[in-house]
């Protein structure tokens, strides 16, 4: 008959402490074989977020020089009245409405998704600007009416008091 080897209680709390770093070492050695020649995720990601931060610096810094023609392009819009725009002024509005357009899609190589606003921007110039030409023409259009009304109004008129006269010419003729 074999003897059994029985350990001790501390015994047994050493042997598990004893195969749980032994498990450890093993796991850090061949993670270390294994992923040496890994390429790390997040190595790259200072670099990333430093360029996407200076993007968006010069973003802001085309933005800002963006609002003078904003504002000009929709200053030059809003003044105008229910008359007919003139040539000059309409082609100036044209031209800082298309500057609008292409502000971000010249040369630079941004890639905010802010600058999609700009066509969107110049779309609504566009819309508003047609609006106003199209008030000043209805108001062309309702003038020149009125004009024709009050002429049609007077030979009314006219032909009225003519009819009158000869009414009562012919009355004072006959017996």
Do not use: W
């Amino acid at each position: 008959m074999q003897g059994q080897i029985t350990l001790s209680k501390k015994e047994r709390h050493y042997q598990f402490l004893y195969l749980i770093v032994m498990l450890l070492a093993a796991i850090i050695f061949l993670g270390i074989i294994f992923l040496k020649g890994f390429e790390s995720p997040f190595s790259d990601e200072d670099i990333v977020s430093v360029q996407s931060l200076e993007e968006k610096a010069k973003f802001d810094q085309k933005q800002k020089l963006s609002f003078k023609t904003l504002d000009s392009t929709f200053s030059m819009i809003n003044k105008l009245t229910d008359e007919t725009p003139q040539a000059f002024a309409e082609n100036n509005i044209m031209y800082g409405i298309n500057d609008v357009i292409n502000y971000f899609q010249n040369g630079e190589n941004i890639s905010d998704i802010r600058k999609e606003a700009y066509p969107q921007i110049a779309k609504f110039y566009k819309m508003y600007f047609n609006d106003k030409k199209i008030i000043s023409s209805k108001t062309e259009n309702i003038k020149s009416f009125e004009k024709q009304f009050q002429e049609c109004s007077i030979g009314f008129k006219e032909k009225k008091s003519q009819l009158f006269q000869r009414e009562t010419a012919l009355k004072s003729r006959t017996p």
